[in-house]
């Protein structure tokens, strides 16, 4: 890590205009960030991004409920500036290196009104965009506290498109909705929603981060927070008529938001801008406001792919529970899949419902539903274990909790001990349910720290943690990189929704915003379209190509990727399949080629062991032709591309498995041109020819 | 143990009168249990006690949450009836066989609204008062399911003299009051104390169980409850206009009171009567309510006596916490109390105050404040360790949680771990603070699943339990014998409070209220009584005489004693600290010599071991004469009585370090006449000369 730190004042310019206001001017590159102090003592802050406003002047400030105070009128006591420009590595993830620079200010103000208690207000400000947050120093006066509310505003200069989805404090796996700021309507969004186990919706005007905008003039503006740590998460309520966000903490079972000492840091709130679409997706911002690694040793961190006994029962062929006789997790079954794993050389392999509880796991608010170490008496964990071993195949624990976190807080290590008696070291956990300790939210500060716990702790046995049903991620992989993926958002189950599905624009919208905070386990690869494979009842459709799910693989990055479906279904396209064997789930460059949210997502990757090179193409409803210069790849180097591409009548809706395998020779001057279906995509594998 | 369960329907009438209503008439001895089922479907109970009216017709029922139903109008679809007649044996206790007798009817109804809902009701019949409890069988529609409220009415037959503390859902530390049911008055009760931790005070007429009245008409009546476990602990609302008391439910954090599954039983409901005020504090009633032991080997389990560093704190020598150069539980000073412990045979030696996290443990919420092991720098848990094993006495391991039972949870296998490592096998638990999980209460169904978690946690270690701050105790000890004794009530550190005190009549009241569910950590034998020893400042004076000091380690029976003073104070006088040495913690025999709430309390107890008796006596700021005879000795054996009794101008108020100590040849015809001083008392150890 190269770390090049300046204290100086040089970058920013402080005009005082008598008893009125103090002016803090910061410019990096295209973004100008200026905060007011005014003369009544609120503090304002204000984005733009080339002289276009991007969040007009907005207030910042806070409601203790103890001691009981609002901190919104301060005086400036002194402010310290520095810069920093640096690299470090990541452990995994989308580059080899990242780039961190950035001009930081720390205003340290008093409240006005006491005169007592002392708040910092520090901001970094990047070339694509504003990262601040609030320092609570140790103080005499102010040791522990007790948040009511947090008073930040972000207001908008226009009535943009957004894409959103409602404010919750318990879900974030609603369908996206794509409107006009002016036409938020969380209450309807919701009430279309009829398959999300625990529902809190907070109100008409509330939506969630990361949120995705775009401005008529051409901006692309993106709010979220980094770093969520001992805090709640933070939605955000729309004010539509003066245009303004603010914070909405989610609260504890007592109404209070957070339980603090001083000294705390808040999380960072993020505002990441770009006229450019491409250059949200690659922005590292959230990521370079985390701290690093706090994991010592990383050597057991490993980006892994691996398949499951999961889709079995979404699609009615088995079920988690014995009671129907249709267990999915008994041991013969669970051969076959380690058998498929090894044979397609899968890492893993996921094997939910292979331990007691789940015959009256949901829906009952129950603390004691998992014991997390006794198997169902068909499951034979000890033959299984040794199978796997010799197979070369990890199995997958999974640690459904049914909400139930204080109940998992007790077990933890008993859990993982049994885990890493029977040869695991990757688990996957599930918070499905109203949360217990009672009262409490998915998204709460207590939930926020349990996550945490279990990511420290899963670190300490040297284990790999997916966490499903948890709050949206902040890029906290950074700092705890065995923290590989989280759900977090409506991932591949809902395909199999009643009502809403996932419709064909959900994939370009997830990179703008879910993915903004890190990898998510979306759990990509269905083959099979029409989900009456089963029960001949259902309606269902995966609205998508097959094609398309190939490309998810590059469009969606994770460290840990699924391949979902069913190794039947696999067998039906083994030359489709050939793909999801062969991209890599690490990389040491991304290229984001084109992107518009809510249209299409066309991304190039570099393998992290080679010059390989992959590509994922994706489109929303509407078919298009990619056009795609290959100028990425390096020179004098010759390259064969396996192109993954949808058939001539490909179509989400009525021919999804209709795909089409090109072989090419290109170098870095050849273009392709290529037709994508609706709902459609394109993968290619660029292999190097040596 | 010897059982006799006989399956009669010989004891009780069932009479029918047309469409009217069903009587159901159960009596043993001198209780008499009538049961109504009236024509609109209300389910009635009443008592009677040798013909005079103990509680009146009152109703029966639930109201629940989850399904949204009101059960309070029901159909009887059968009824069984069983009567028992066993002895056991406790493992521990005041008595070496227990007889436990009742008739028992167990009512089968169904809900008349619905016809769907099965709940039964179960009433035992014994000859010193009546127990009930209500059973949610295994049923077709009902399995979760989620209380609202009990609807459980004691409806009494006059305006009685009642000793009652506020209801509240956080603490049972309160002072007595005694009034007449109808001056109870919860809020100026409250508004008195200023020195109790946290308080959630129920409403200006909800008092607290157990409840101990006396009726004009000569009639002592406690009301209470058996065997709380997986349910919050019931308070009492009183209408003044009807006389009746109905349950209160201490609720969770979202407002519901129990979260259930069929086949679920209830805690027992329990009312003991009796017109001889003794007869109450000899009932069995509530132990015999409990299930038998849990615990198939009990030889850990071991009353002991113990002195500690304890009372230093609260005296201002010393404090928990080391910032201000006062930290008691410092290694020179430890091996001053093991000294003493050891020289006078104590087998235990609690020290609080030795672990980190006392700086900042209080009153802040804070969900981690001890590691419970991590001792002070000034405390060398080894070398204590050694020099405790080599005196031959225990070290008591205290577990202060500051409310936090969730962070407590966390960290028992590792906490027990930790004094099983260091020789340790008592622990005494502290719960000071408002609870978290943030919103539960310390008496609420969670709490009293964590209490009940620790003593089955303990028992797994062979450690044995003392809970402070804790739920009133309902006879549990029965099922865990390592639940050795709960503080749960206004102890000895109350002596230390600055504005209430503890009154001369407090233990004459806490027999008949708070000890009728179980031992009491009480921690009786302060010798020094103008509390400003250490602090001029103070002003407090410990209400009590020297001599009585004594006499509550047998008035107070608990199978863990504390001498709670400091060894420099009982240097002072040798000669009346050989009784708190002499005096065993485990007996054979028990006769309540004499007793009346809120007057005096004469018990003579004989040793687990031998043959000699000990007897103590108390009053409460009346002085009064005890006249004892001495028949409950054997026949024929001769017995040297060591008396220690308040000296001739001994007050609690003006003169408590008056005693003098008297020997006197007694047999089983000696009749002792002694004067017992204003808030003074006796001790006498009676030994059989061999």
Redesign the interface.
């Known amino acids: 890590m190269k770390k090049i730190i300046l204290y100086l004042f040089l970058f920013c310019t402080l005009i005082s205009y008598g008893q009125k206001k103090e002016i803090l001017n910061i410019v990096n590159g295209s973004v100008q960030l200026t905060t007011t102090l005014q003369s009544d003592g609120s503090f304002l802050y204000a984005v733009m991004y080339k002289g276009k406003p991007v969040i007009e002047e907005s207030a910042l400030g806070f409601v203790l409920a103890k001691p009981a105070i609002t901190l919104n009128q301060f005086s400036i006591n002194q402010i310290d500036s520095s810069f920093v420009n640096e690299t470090w590595q990541p452990v995994w993830g989308e580059e080899n290196t990242i780039h961190n620079k950035y001009k930081q200010v720390v205003i340290h103000l008093t409240d006005a009104g006491t005169k007592t208690y002392l708040v910092n207000m520090v901001f970094r400000v990047f070339d694509d965009g504003v990262g601040f947050r609030f320092e609570f120093p140790k103080q005499n006066s102010l ?2 506290f ?1 948040v009511q509310d947090e008073l930040t505003h972000f207001k908008m200069s226009g009535d943009h498109k957004a894409f959103w989805i409602p404010g919750d404090f318990d879900t974030n796996e609603y369908a996206y909705n794509t409107t006009k700021l002016s036409e938020i309507d969380a209450l309807a969004a919701s009430n279309k929603e009829k398959d999300i186990a625990v529902v809190a919706l907070i109100g008409p005007n509330a939506v969630q981060t990361p949120l995705m905008m775009k401005s008529d003039n051409g901006l692309y503006i993106n709010i979220h927070e980094a770093a969520l740590l001992n805090y709640p998460a933070m939605h955000l309520n729309f004010n539509k008529e003066n245009l303004t966000f603010s914070s909405v903490l989610v609260p ?3 109404g ?1 938001k957070a ?1 603090l ?1 001083t000294p705390f840091t808040s999380p960072w709130r993020t505002i990441i801008v770009s006229d450019k679409a491409t250059e949200i997706l690659s922005s590292k911002l959230i990521l370079n406001l985390n701290e690093p690694s706090s994991i010592k040793n990383t050597d057991f961190i490993k980006p892994q792919k691996f398949i499951g006994m999961w889709w079995e029962m979404h699609t009615g062929k088995a079920n988690w529970f014995k009671r129907d006789g249709k267990h999915g997790a008994n041991t013969q079954n669970v051969k076959k899949y380690i058998d498929f794993a090894a044979k397609h050389k899968f890492d893993g392999v996921l094997v939910e419902g292979w331990n007691t509880g789940w015959e ?1 796991w949901f829906g ?4 004691e539903v998992f014991d997390f170490v006794t198997p169902y008496d068909d499951y034979d964990i000890n033959e299984l274990t040794n199978y796997a071993k010799d197979k070369g195949v990890k199995i997958i624990m999974h640690h459904e909790t049914s909400g139930s976190a ?1 109940d998992y ?2 077990k933890l ?1 008993t859990a993982y001990d049994f885990m890493l008696n029977h040869n695991m070291n990757t688990v996957k956990t599930g918070y499905v349910g109203k949360i217990i ?4 939210h998915h998204d709460g500060q ?1 939930m926020v ?1 349990h996550y945490t716990r279990v990511a420290e702790k899963t670190a300490k046995y040297k284990i790999m943690l997916d966490a499903h049903e948890s709050v949206h991620p902040t890029g906290l992989h950074r700092t705890y990189p065995n923290w590989m993926a989280n759900e977090a958002a409506r991932g591949t189950e809902f395909n199999n929704a009643p009502t809403l599905g996932i419709a064909p624009d959900h994939n370009t919208i997830l990179p703008f915003t879910r993915l903004m905070g890190g990898p998510m386990d979306y759990t990509p690869g269905l083959f099979h379209f029409q989900l009456n494979q089963f029960d001949a009842t259902r309606k269902q459709k995966v609205l998508s190509t097959l094609a398309k799910q190939l490309a998810l693989y590059i469009t969606m990055y994770s460290p840990i990727q699924m391949a979902a479906d069913l190794p039947e279904n696999y067998e039906k396209y083994l030359d489709a399949f050939q793909f999801i064997k062969d991209v890599p789930v690490n990389w040491s460059v991304t290229k984001i080629i084109e992107a518009e949210p809510g249209d299409f997502v066309t991304i190039a990757r570099k393998s992290k062991n080679n010059r390989d090179w992959f590509v994922g193409s994706i489109t929303d409803e509407n078919a298009r032709s990619l056009h795609l210069k290959l100028n990425f790849l390096d020179k004098d180097k010759k390259y064969k591309a396996i192109i993954y591409r949808d058939g001539l009548n490909a179509d989400y809706n009525f021919n999804p498995t209709s795909y089409i395998i090109d072989q090419k020779l290109v170098n870095i001057n050849s273009v392709l041109t290529i037709p994508i279906a609706k709902g459609g995509g394109c993968a290619m594998s660029i292999y190097e020819i040596q």
């Not at 009952?364 to 603390?367: G, I, R, V």
Request: proline fraction near 4%.
């Open positions: 040791n522990y007790i504890d079972a007592v209070n339980y000492q009256e009952n608010w129950k603390e204080i807080e007790r290590d300790p009672r009262g409490e207590w720290n």
